[in-house]
């Protein structure tokens, strides 16, 4: 089992850059894949970006924010990141880490077990 506990969040104006920093605590942080979702105001939650499991060589992100977000891992703090740079004001949300011990990468919330309790992005026109 992981507990995850996200920081990072605040106010920022378009165009300015905030980093997302997820800690894990348990045992065997690289043998989950990692996931960032945000829940935006009267929105379903969605996917942000995804990391594979042991090195996290892998990752993926959605439409919205690739070339935007860069997502990675250091296993040995056990800590999940996320850096957000040109930030948008549709990039308002709350936003969570997730863990999964079934799939390396996922794009779906069923497919993590674990969540944390999320961090407010604010981002100001």
Known sequence: QVQLRESGGGLVQAGESLSLSCAASGSSFSTYGMGWFRQAPGKEREYVAGIGWR???????????????????????????????????????????????????????????????????????
């Open 55 to 125: 090195d996290g060589s892998v990752s993926d992100y959605a439409h919205s924010v690739k070339g935007r977000f860069s997502i990675s891992r250091d296993n040995a703090k056990n800590t999940l990141s996320l850096q957000m740079n040109a930030l948008k004001p549709e990039d308002t949300a709350i936003y969570y880490c997730a863990a999964s011990h079934r799939f390396a990468i996922g794009i779906r919330e069923g497919q993590y077990d674990y969540w944390g309790q999320g961090t407010q992005v604010t981002v100001s026109s």
